[in-house]
């Protein structure tokens, strides 16, 4: 009976890469950049540890990567409206529910960098500057005060948006954990962003 050669698992470099980014995004939300390890996301990608400092670098680098493209990811899903805030504090709101990781992967970068550089500033820096552009086109146009330097506008519109996603705890004690809660509280967060940027 002939012999045939059992056929090698095709590799798949780039499915490989996507299955460490989503364990890197898993890991570096549950524990923060100090915290995470290598070789869990390793074991959770299935992948050879190796192949994750060849394809992203170290785990800092990684961590940029994973947090830049969970950012774009957002630029792109919920761009700000300046023309309809109630509806862009919705879709964020929306968007955060869905995706509690990015909130966590910010607050994680904050408490390993403070007020240091970030590792991909320069990008960070761009991605921002889009976004306040259009504030500041909303405010050239009429439709969003000028009172508020523009970058200071986003500041306080995102955190609007955010705070209650990121500390749910004091979202329960202060405003009420049902769901009619919730409900009210939004409307609340809506119309104090309304005000925020009313002329």
Known sequence: MPRYPVPMAVRDPEATK??????????????GIAGARIDRIAADAKANKQLIYAYFGNKAELFAIVLERKMLDLAESVPVDPDDIEGWIDRLMDYHAAHPELLRLLFWEGLEYGTDELPHETGRREHYDRKVALLEDGQARGVVTDAI??????????????????V????????????????????????AARRLVAR
């Open 18 to 31: 996507a299955r460490i980014f989503e364990a890197a995004v898993t890991e570096f939300a549950r524990h």
């Open 149 to 166: 330097p523009a970058g200071d506008l986003l500041i306080l519109l995102t955190a609007l948006a955010n705070w209650t996603a990121v």
């Open 168 to 191: 749910p705890q004091m979202r329960r004690i202060l405003a009420g954990g049902e769901e009619a809660d919730h409900t009210r509280l939004r409307a609340s967060v809506k119309e």
